[in-house]
């Protein structure tokens, strides 16, 4: 409104946009595979074996003797090529017009397109870690030992066990736990938690009790996915699923990323190459829009993980 009380109407603010989308909040994955940039799209990882852990004869010398030699190895696995990630959406030209601004109809656009990719690679990292060819130090619940069974599961034994089963595949011991939502609303109202929050008159399990329940085995971070796909065949009713199943993990995951830290896996991505374009057809006129990005999850060390299977029905 200027001096003479004249109203301005902006069009995109005069209309609303709903999309099912899942909050970036709701995505774990970034956490657990922390995201590294390669300049190309082969690119070599190194590593060492475990002779690190051997215990050298002697380190003793004396007068000119030589120094004792120890020997490590250096490995190095070639990577790649990183596959190409892309997804696209036409925007016809009668879409520009009625979305009252072309700025705000690609906005929904571009949001649209990243909110699936983001949702796919979430998908696919959980699919490796579910996956028992590839992490094989686990353990399936079934029945009565399922966590949604309040009456005769132990959670907190199960966990317990995997902690010890864990530190004795791994010097890296497990600082970090995560599951999805609804193994989550399980652990919350289980009488074996909390029966060990005390004589509190309000007894609530909050992730900050869960850690510091689980704060003596060196549990410091929880993450909880509530990242949600449709289930549902095309065109039917949907059906909301968790991305990240009815599974527990607990891992090692390294705070700082880098050369000579350990972690489980990595994303890595082509450094500078992730890109959205626009490009005029005119069969129908319109935009394509083109979301790409170069990237690929490595598992690894898979022996920082341990998972249950299944803790629910």
């Not at 852990?53 to 004792?68: C, D």
């Not at 609303?185 to 509190?200: C, K």
Request: hydrophobic fraction near 35%; glycine fraction near 6%; proline fraction near 6%.
């Amino acid at each position: 409104m200027d001096g003479n009380s004249r109203l301005y109407v902006v069009p995109e603010l005069t209309t609303t946009f709903q999309m099912w989308q899942n909050l970036d909040t709701s995505f774990i994955g970034k956490y657990i595979f922390p995201a590294v940039p390669v300049p190309n799209e082969m690119f070599y990882v190194w590593s060492a074996g475990k002779e690190h852990l051997t215990i050298p004869t002697s380190t003793i010398r004396f007068g000119q003797a030589k120094a004792p030699r120890t020997h490590f190895s250096r490995n190095t696995a070639l990577k790649g090529p990183l596959n190409e990630h892309s997804l696209s959406d036409f925007i016809t030209e009668r879409q520009y017009k009625l979305g009252g601004s072309s700025l705000s109809v690609e906005n929904q656009t571009v949001e649209s397109i990243a909110s699936q990719m983001q949702l796919v690679d979430e998908a696919a990292l959980f699919t490796v870690l579910s996956d028992t060819n590839q992490l094989t130090h686990f353990q399936t619940l079934s029945g009565g030992a399922q966590w949604s069974d309040h009456g005769n599961s132990n959670p907190f034994n199960d966990i317990t066990n995997m902690v010890t089963s864990q530190t004795q595949l791994s010097p890296m011991p497990p600082n970090t736990a995560w599951c999805s939502n609804e193994v989550w609303l399980q652990i919350v109202n289980h009488p074996d938690f909390l029966a060990r929050l005390g004589l509190a008159q309000d007894r609530v399990m909050s992730q900050e009790g869960f850690l510091k329940l689980l704060q003596p085995y060196g549990i410091e971070k929880l993450y909880i996915s509530k990242a949600k796909y449709n289930s549902a065949n095309p065109n039917q009713t949907a059906t909301l699923a968790p991305v990240v199943g009815k599974h527990f993990w607990i891992g090692y995951v390294t705070d700082t990323p880098g050369q000579m830290q350990i972690n489980g896996g990595y994303k890595f991505y082509l450094d500078g190459f992730k890109r959205v374009t626009r490009e005029y057809t005119n069969n129908p006129p319109g935009n394509e829009i083109v979301n790409t990005d170069f990237y690929d999850y490595e598992l690894l060390s898979a022996d920082v993980y341990y998972w249950l299977q299944n803790v629910i029905a």
